[in-house]
C-alpha cells in the first residue's frame, strides 16, 4: 500500500503536501486506500471525496506505531558538516532513535546557529521524517542544537549516561549497552576533532561513562550509527 | 604524523600517486618522516632523497595492522545503486570487513557487469582503501560481482553463515552474533526488493541461517552496516 507523510491532517481531510501528492502523485480516486502516517501512528484511508486541494478520507484503521529498543535513547551528537551529518540523521532515523541532541562542541567545524538556522532545522525535519516514513517507525524528535554543558544538565535525568571517547581508559560500549538499566539511555558523540579534555571531564563530573567502540577509528557518524545499532539491535529487549 | 596510501612501494622508493602526494602535498624534504601504508601493513619511512619522480626512503619501522573481529567477515551483499552502495563500501571499512562479496541478485537494480566494469571495481577500491586508511585499518578484499547462486557455492566453506531476511521466520541477528563459532563468518544481505523466495530457499538448503535484525526496516546499505558493526563491535571478541 502506498504511503503519506500526514503533514496536515484533521481526522476527515488531508490537507498541503500529503493531499498534492496523493492526487499528482498517486492520482487518487474516491474509493482508493492507502496509507498515512504521522511518525507516531499510521492510519488506513480511504478516499470520501475531494474539497477544493484537500482529499476527504474516511480512517479505516488506525495503530500506534511500535516503541523499539532504540526509542529510549537519545543520541546527543557534536554536529557535522554537510553530508556526514545528514547521514547520522538518516540512519539514527532509520534504526528508530527516540531522540537527537545536535552538540555544538568546541571542535565542532558546524555552529551552533547561522543565518540559516530556521531553514537548517526545517531541512533535518524532513530527512527524519522522509527516512522514519521508508521504514514505518516513529520519528526522532530533534532539539535545538546546544552546548555540551547545557546539554549535560539537559540529560542528567537520564538513567544511562555514556560518553563515546576514542583515547583512554573506556568500558567497552558494546558490553555495557547488554546491561543498560530500564530507562532512558544518553549517548554523547564527539566531533570528528574529537572531544576536549575539558568536555569529557565535565561529562565525567555529570555522571556519564567514559566507553570505546574497539580498536578502530570511527568516523564521528559511524560511531553514532554503530551506538545507534548497538542499542536499537543488541539492547537488552531485543 | 601524515599517512600516505603506498600503492607503488619496493621497499626503497616510492612511487606513483603515493610520491607524488608526498612531493606535492607534504611538501617532503630530506629527513621528513611520514607513514606508509598499504591496507594490511604501516611503515615509518624517512625521506633519503628523489629520484625522478620517485621518493627514496629509510624504513624506520614496520607493523602489521591488527585483526579485528571484523577482520572474519564476509559481507555479500546485493548491489545497491549510487551512493548507497559507496556508503555501505565506506562503512564497511570503516569497520574492519574483511571481504566483501558484490551480489547481482535478481531484484538488484544495479547489474552484474556493464560497460563501467572495470572503472567500477577501480572506484570501489579507492573508496575501501581511503575509508580504511582514514581508520588505520585494514582494506577489505573486495571481490567480482557474483550470482547469489555462484556465491552461495564460493562461501559454502564458512564456519558461520547468515542471510538476513525481512520477512518470515527468523532468529536473532543480534543475539547470535554472541554465540559465533571461531572461524569465518559470512552474511548475505539483499537488495532494496528483497530477496526472491528462490534465493532464500538455494541460501537455506546450503546452510545459511535466516537472521533478522529486529521490527524496524532497515534500507539495505543500513542493514548491512548495522550487520558489519554488530560482528565488529559486539561479537565474542571485544
Redesign the interface.
Known amino acids: 500500500m502506498e504511503r503519506v507523510w500526514l503533514d496536515e491532517f484533521d481526522g476527515g481531510a488531508v490537507r498541503g503536501a500529503a493531499a498534492r501528492h496523493a492526487v499528482k502523485v498517486l492520482r487518487a480516486r474516491v474509493g482508493d486506500v492507502f496509507a498515512g502516517y504521522d511518525g507516531s501512528s499510521e492510519r488506513i484511508l480511504r478516499v470520501s471525496g475531494f474539497d477544493g486541494g484537500a482529499v476527504l478520507v474516511d480512517v479505516i484503521a488506525e495503530r500506534e506505531l511500535?516503541e523499539?529498543?532504540?526509542s529510549r535513547l537519545t543520541l546527543a551528537a557534536a554536529l557535522l558538516k554537510g553530508r556526514r551529518w545528514d547521514?547520522l540523521l538518516e540512519?539514527a532515523a532509520?534504526?528508530?532513535v527516540g531522540r537527537i541532541v545536535p552538540l555544538a562542541a568546541e571542535r565542532s567545524v558546524a555552529k551552533l546557529a547561522g543565518e540559516d538556522s530556521p531553514d537548517r532545522m526545517e531541512r533535518w525535519r524532513r530527512i527524519l521524517g522522509g527516512a522514519s516514513s521508508?521504514?514505518?517507525?516513529r520519528v526522532p524528535q530533534i532539539c535545538e542544537p546546544e552546548s555540551p554543558a547545557s546539554a549535560l544538565k539537559m540529560l542528567s535525568g537520564a538513567t544511562n549516561k555514556f560518553i563515546l571517547i576514542t583515547r583512554g581508559t573506556a568500558e567497552?560500549?558494546?558490553?555495557a549497552?547488554r546491561e543498560l538499566e530500564d530507562g532512558e539511555t544518553v549517548v554523547m558523540v564527539g566531533p570528528e576533532g574529537d572531544w576536549t579534555d575539558a568536555e569529557t571531564q565535565a561529562a565525567a563530573a555529570a555522571g556519564f561513562r567514559a566507553a570505546g567502540?574497539?580498536?578502530?577509528?570511527?568516523?564521528a557518524e559511524?560511531a553514532a550509527?554503530?551506538a545507534a545499532?548497538?542499542v536499537?539491535?543488541?539492547g537488552k529487549d531485543?
Open positions: 511500535p523499539t529498543p532504540g547521514l540512519k532509520e534504526l528508530g521508508q521504514c514505518a517507525g567497552s560500549f558494546a558490553s549497552v567502540l574497539g580498536p578502530l577509528i570511527l568516523r559511524t550509527i554503530a545499532a548497538l536499537s539491535l543488541a531485543v
